[in-house]
């Protein structure tokens, strides 16, 4: 077995190759967009871990990054729907543009939270940029102004995604075997 294919994993959504190639196409998308700018990229941990590094770059622009800590999931697979701020910026945002990275967005309460969190510093824009987006689920009035793929309501690990902390490292996307969370 190739030492990057899991057991548990039931399939392969995104390869390497299919990730390192739509982070190329957000960034150039980001550094059209901003090229006047200098953008705070605000990564949720931990999720967006590989995505931003990847992300940052893929940037042709000048940027910063930052990071917050929010939780919104237990140790299972479904969000509770009460967020907290972990660990907060540590710049401030005022008259900056801002664009917050996730990983994953699911029922966009997360987001939903952050955004109007980092509005009252009154930043000169926030967008967001995800690399996937679970459409079907979505709960809280949110979008993503970038994204890699839509994906279908199934739970998903790698590249930063986890389950119980697991497998943020395989570098693709996959989907996990029902049987690993449904004991
Ligand atoms: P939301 O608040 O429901 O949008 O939750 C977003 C967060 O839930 C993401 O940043 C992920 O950490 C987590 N999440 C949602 N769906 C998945 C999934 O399929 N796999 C792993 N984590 C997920
Ligand atoms: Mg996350």
């Known amino acids: 077995m190739n030492h990057c294919m899991n057991e548990n994993i039931e399939k392969i959504y995104y390869s390497e190759q299919e990730l390192a190639d739509v982070v ?30 990847d992300l940052m770059r893929a940037l042709t622009i000048p940027c910063s990054i930052d990071f917050m800590v929010v939780s919104s999931y ?11 701020i972990l660990k907060d910026l540590n710049q401030p945002i005022e008259g ?16 939903a939270y952050v955004t109007r969190f980092l509005q009252a510093r009154n930043p000169k824009s926030i967008r967001v940029c995800t690399l996937l987006d679970k459409p079907a689920r979505r709960k809280a009035d949110i979008a993503a102004d970038y994204k890699g793929y839509d994906v279908p309501d199934e739970f998903i690990v790698g590249y930063g995604l ?16 029902r049987s690993v969370y449904e004991k």
């Open 24 to 53: 190329r196409r957000v960034g150039a998308e980001i550094s059209r967009d901003y090229a006047d700018s200098e953008p705070v990229l605000v990564g949720i941990l931990k999720g967006s871990v590989v995505f931003m590094t």
């Open 74 to 84: 237990g140790s299972g697979t479904k969000t509770s729907g009460v967020v907290q």
């Open 96 to 111: 900056k543009d801002v664009i917050l990275v996730e990983d994953i967005l699911d029922s966009g309460m997360t987001l």
């Open 162 to 177: 986890d389950y119980n902390e697991q497998y943020r490292n395989l570098p693709y996307i996959g989907v996990l075997k």
